[in-house]
């Protein structure tokens, strides 16, 4: 059952839901928001234009966002942050209709998503509400919004109240809620990429298949026999992109042979991160969330395929 899932917020240029200009992120894990991701978006050029109107409520503009990534590279930033997981909105039609856009502008493809409306939810667990509005919700469970359409706070807010309904609820995971108070988990259907994508583009089609199948797989555990001398044995491994030798259930795999905790996310436990190829220029999600848990003193070793393969006795410098 889904514990650790992630809450999701965007903001737009312009009336059309496929001008993304800005996105916030928060991961929960057993209630408690763990991590948190938030950048501008240069909109996709079709829609590039931002409304007087739109600017009057987030407070971006064109100028903010000039030298900010565009929606290709946050989208693969985004999908390595929620790896497979389960996602949460405020309207989530909104949010969900803001993805479908920019994907159609950019002729980006996308995996099978699933998400629940906090919306909904929250029209089931306070009905006695005069609305369900994301700030009357939260003054109602007694979160405050420091700044509201900002998105990284309103994914937040949006965090909060799935948490507050499970208390409601007397539930402890998304499944059991959304069963408990009858909000449905809707899917984003998967789409491929519109036109054949060049280099720096998202990965192909056939890859949303196996980013899926890579997230819902079951992680093998340790090998108890392996040699405890061995510079894996004990370490928690996670890897970030592809690597040319092996895809990431054979790394988990030799990962557990030699006695390391196969990872799929970057947490306070990781010790060792491998960093692939991720068809993109700059540093994934998992890349960025090391380093930064590296500058507040944690132990993780940032290691190249090559690395990993030396360790694993496979050749490799």
């Given at each position: 059952m889904p514990r650790t899932w992630t809450a999701i917020d965007?903001?737009?240029a312009n009336q059309d839901r496929g001008s993304a200009c800005a996105v916030g992120l928060v991961r929960v894990a057993d209630g408690v928001p763990v991590e948190r991701f938030a950048t501008l978006i240069r909109p996709p050029e079709p829609v590039s234009r931002f409304s007087a109107r739109n600017t009057a409520v987030h407070g971006i503009t064109a100028a903010d966002v000039t030298g900010a990534p565009g929606w290709e590279q946050v989208w693969r930033d985004v999908l390595d942050f929620v790896d497979g997981g389960v996602l949460v909105a405020h309207n989530a039609a909104f949010d969900m209709g803001v993805v479908r856009g920019a994907c159609a502008h950019?002729?980006?493809g996308r995996p099978e998503l699933e998400y629940v409306c906090t919306l909904a939810l929250a029209r089931r667990a306070w009905p006695e509400l005069g609305d369900h509005r994301l700030p009357t919700v939260c003054s109602h469970i007694g979160h405050r919004i420091r700044r509201h359409h900002r998105a990284d706070h309103d994914a937040e807010a949006c965090a909060r109240i799935v948490v507050a309904a499970m208390g409601r609820y007397g539930t402890g995971c998304l499944?059991?809620?959304?069963?408990?108070?009858?909000?449905p988990m809707a899917r984003l259907e998967a789409a491929a990429p519109a036109a054949p994508a060049p280099a720096a583009a998202p990965a192909p089609a056939g890859d949303f298949e196996?980013?899926?199948s890579h997230a819902r797989a079951v992680l093998p555990a340790?090998?108890?026999d392996a040699d405890p001398r061995g510079p894996l044995f004990g370490r928690v491994v996670c890897v970030?992109?592809?690597?040319a030798a092996m895809d990431k259930p054979q790394v988990w795999r030799r990962?557990?042979?030699a006695g390391g905790r196969p990872a799929k996310n970057v947490t306070r436990k990781?010790?060792?991160l491998v960093v692939g190829a991720h068809g993109g220029p700059g540093k994934t999600a998992k890349h960025l969330r090391a380093q930064a848990y590296r500058e507040r003193g944690q132990r993780i070793d940032i290691i190249t395929e090559a690395e990993l393969l030396a360790r694993l006795g496979l050749g490799g410098g």
């Open positions: 965007f903001e737009t950019t002729g980006t499944e059991e809620l959304t069963q408990a108070s009858g909000t196996r980013w899926q340790p090998c108890p970030s992109g592809d690597l990962v557990a042979e990781t010790d060792v």
